[in-house]
């Protein structure tokens, strides 16, 4: 069974790039037709998909976050990355990884905050 890890520090200055590590087991994310994805959930909102990678590697970014959002993959270490540049306290939120395929996984997020 799929299970996901995200990894990655709490807490980042404004201005810094954000960078989170899903480490996946139970499965490899160059089997076909899954999609790895980053969500994030901010204090009092709802759910913001953020960007995907697919099991060939190809990306798709939420429009309202593409110029800042880049997400790529280690397939020999199992693990696809979220970067988040120029990050204000706006971005502070639960931040999410998930696999879809037949069914939707979802890691257990991680917290990060945006703090001087």
């Known amino acids: 069974q799929v299970q996901l890890q995200e990894s990655g520090p709490g807490l980042v200055k404004p201005s810094q790039t954000l960078s989170l590590t899903c480490t996946v087991s139970?499965?490899?994310?160059?089997?076909?037709?899954?999609?790895w994805s980053w969500i994030r959930q901010p204090p009092g909102k709802g759910l913001e998909w953020m960007g995907a990678i697919s099991y060939s590697g190809s990306t798709l970014y939420s429009p309202s976050l593409k110029s800042r959002t880049s997400i790529s993959r280690d397939t020999s270490k199992n693990q696809f990355t979220l970067q988040l540049s120029s990050v204000t306290p706006e971005d502070t939120a639960v931040y999410y990884c998930?696999?879809?395929?037949?069914?939707?996984?979802w890691g257990q997020g991680t917290q990060v905050t945006v703090s001087s």
């Open positions: 139970g499965g490899s994310i160059t089997t076909n037709y899954y999609y």
């Open positions: 998930n696999a879809v395929h037949y069914a939707v996984i």
